[in-house]
């Protein structure tokens, strides 16, 4: 009974396509946040977004959209794929969007390749 | 900028003996430190926090000390465990509704 999941797991593409990453959660938690871990393993916050309203937006390229259907489920939508959108793609999620004070639940990760 | 710095990429320890593992950061306003660990092909899963109030919180075997003035706190895995090997991320944020920004992770490999 996965608490958060992300499919799919292995996404492989070529540049220039348009991609889409799921997330859900069955937690019942609020908020939730797509991290970026690129190849030097850091683990960058993306977006957050809190009862599906937009939080936290990092200096992320356009390219990337966030959409949340409902507060259970968090998707990343990738347009025009470029080689440096390489990286492990993980989900989260956490009580409310006070994450010093909730422990975030991470999903497995999705490892995207742009070749 | 790396504002929360691990130095030590990797770490090997016997098992039985103390894990340590350390980390430093920059930026002054943080007032709330944790660490996740994360094992292959997982999601990194939280261990332990501690308030910028506090010097030392403690859990079962692992306790986390944070040196304010220093701005740099470590982890201690005491007994360490083969279980415990497992990448180690040390993440910090201003607290309330701000991010958290997580170091480089340290590889801990527990030797049997």
């Known amino acids: 009974d996965t608490a958060v999941s992300q499919t799919p797991k292995y996404l492989v593409t070529q540049m220039g396509n348009d991609k889409s990453i799921k997330c859900e959660q069955n937690?019942?938690?609020?908020?939730m946040y797509w991290y970026k871990q690129d190849s030097k393993k850091f683990l960058k916050i993306m977006f957050s977004?809190?009862?599906?309203?937009?939080?936290i937006n990092e200096t992320v390229p356009n390219r990337f959209s966030p959409k949340s259907p409902d507060k259970a489920h968090l998707n990343l939508h990738i347009n025009s794929l470029e080689l440096g959108d390489s990286a492990v793609y993980f989900c989260a999620s956490s009580q409310d969007n006070m994450p010093a004070y909730n422990e975030q639940f991470f999903g497995p990760g999705t490892r995207l390749t742009v070749l | 900028d790396q504002q929360v710095k691990q130095n030590s990429p990797s770490l090997s320890v016997q098992e039985g003996r103390i894990s340590i593992l350390n980390c430093d950061y920059t930026n002054s306003m943080f007032d709330y430190f944790l660490w996740y660990k994360k094992y292959p092909a997982e999601g990194p899963t939280f261990l332990i926090s501690i308030s910028s109030i506090k010097d030392k919180n403690e859990d079962g075997r692992f306790t986390v000390f944070l040196n304010k003035s220093a701005k740099h706190l470590s982890l201690h895995i005491v007994p360490s465990q083969p279980g415990d090997s497992a990448v180690y991320f040390c993440a910090a944020t201003t607290g309330g509704y701000q991010k958290v920004t997580f170091g480089i992770g340290t590889k801990l490999q527990v030797i049997p």
């Open positions: 937690l019942g938690h609020d908020t």
């Open positions: 977004y809190n009862n599906k309203e937009l939080i």
